[in-house]
């Protein structure tokens, strides 16, 4: 007896994870085998040993069994549930015809290559004392959890993850290397473990400060910021910085002070960093009341213009809203609270000067020559006083 073979491969493909197509090329002549029934149904590896148990759940998965009939649909279907599964790489059908004759019975094998996942991550720095923090680096890593996909494209991808963590803390000549090794706790052969080794280097240090922001004075805040010249550098202290430049800005009554991002760069002989931050002051801002009052405090905790260096319509319908918030719980339940614009001398754009309107149509980058005048205009009427509470009922 001859027994006569056919392969099914299957072509399973996946990007980061996703399935994007799984299909089954059949031969014209595996048609004989379509309604024949199964003698018997097996799972075998391809590339790794033999795992009983793993095999045995595999098979679970299958659409064909022993004892039914075969189908293309069917096989097709099965290859695609064990790709779903998160543990199949690839894999193939092989049917062979048992007996002679086209209704002899076939046995059916899946032949698969397992999905090599990550049994887990180690971070190693050189040298150890390095100020790193390895907690922080872990939190960067994505898709690296152990059980995952093992993946090239990830590991490279978290590796310029770590990269730009070590260059916002000022490692420039920072390196990041990364392997892979098999673990050795498992017998399977599908699990490896990435190890990155990161070696810092020297942190990099401030070359120069340099201000460009039209109308502004910096004398009096450049001794106030924490990157000095031959400090060291890092992104979050840059951050702090430039929010005192902005604060000293509002302090003198800009508040919409035009900053933009600050310019980075990297001197990579002398190991230092130069920062030039550029912009306008922005419009001279008042913000007044009408028919209420706010002491100073007060109006910093409910107004995010007079923080954040602000004056979008948003920024001022939010202003608007906690105020009437507030009203409210005075007992002003009926008070409505409106910002009004005015922009002296009028620009060319302006449209209804003084309104609501003005609001809505002006930019404060457009305003940096210009005062600008918000007021709050609040219509706030008679106040209710709750002088008694009744309540009813059976119980």
Do not use: W
Request: net charge neutral; aromatic share 6%; proline share 6%.
């Amino acid at each position: 007896m001859t027994d006569n073979i056919r392969v099914i491969p299957s072509r399973l493909l996946a990007i980061a994870g996703i399935l994007l197509c799984a299909y089954v090329s059949i031969p014209a002549q595996v048609g004989d085998y379509e309604g024949r029934p199964v003698a018997a149904v097996e799972v075998t590896f391809e590339g790794s040993p033999p795992d009983p148990t793993a095999q045995a759940e595999f098979q679970s998965l299958l659409k064909i069994v022993a004892g039914g009939e075969y189908s293309a649909v069917k096989a097709h279907q099965s290859l695609q549930d064990l790709f779903a599964s998160g543990r199949v790489a690839s894999g193939r059908v092989e049917i062979t015809e048992v007996g002679t004759g086209r209704s002899a019975p076939v046995r059916v094998r899946f032949v698969v290559q397992r999905q090599i996942v990550i049994a887990g991550v180690s971070l190693t720095i050189v040298p150890p004392t390095a100020p790193i923090a390895k907690d922080e680096i872990r939190a960067r890593l994505n898709l690296l959890e152990p059980g995952r996909r093992f993946s090239v494209q990830a590991i490279e991808r978290n590796a310029d993850e770590i990269q730009a963590y070590l260059r916002d803390r000022g490692y420039y000549k920072a390196t990041v290397e990364h392997a892979e090794e098999p673990d050795p706790t498992d017998s399977t052969g599908t699990r490896r473990r990435v190890i990155y080794t990161i070696t810092p280097g020297e942190q990099a240090r401030v070359g120069t400060f340099e201000m460009k922001i039209t109308g502004f004075d910096e004398t009096a805040v450049k001794p106030t910021l924490k990157l000095q010249n031959g400090l060291p550098f890092t992104r979050d202290v840059l951050g702090e910085d430039v929010n005192r430049i902005r604060q000293a800005l509002i302090a003198k009554g800009r508040l919409a002070p035009q900053l933009k991002d600050p310019e980075v760069q990297f001197d990579s002989e002398k190991n230092e960093i130069n920062i030039a931050l550029s912009g306008k002051v922005g419009p001279l801002v008042e913000v007044t009341f009408k028919n209420y009052t706010l002491s100073e405090k007060k109006q910093l905790q409910l107004l995010p213009i007079k923080r954040e260096g602000n004056i979008d319509v948003s920024v001022l319908e939010e202003g608007a809203r906690r105020v009437r918030n507030q009203l409210q719980e005075q007992g002003y339940f009926f008070s409505e609270v409106t910002p009004l614009c005015t922009v002296t001398p009028p620009t060319p754009s302006t449209v209804d000067n003084g309104t609501n309107e003005t609001c809505q149509n002006f930019s404060a980058a457009h305003l940096n020559d210009y005062t600008v005048k918000v007021g709050l205009r609040d219509t706030v009427n008679r106040s209710v006083k709750l002088t008694d509470i009744q309540s009813s009922g059976i119980d």
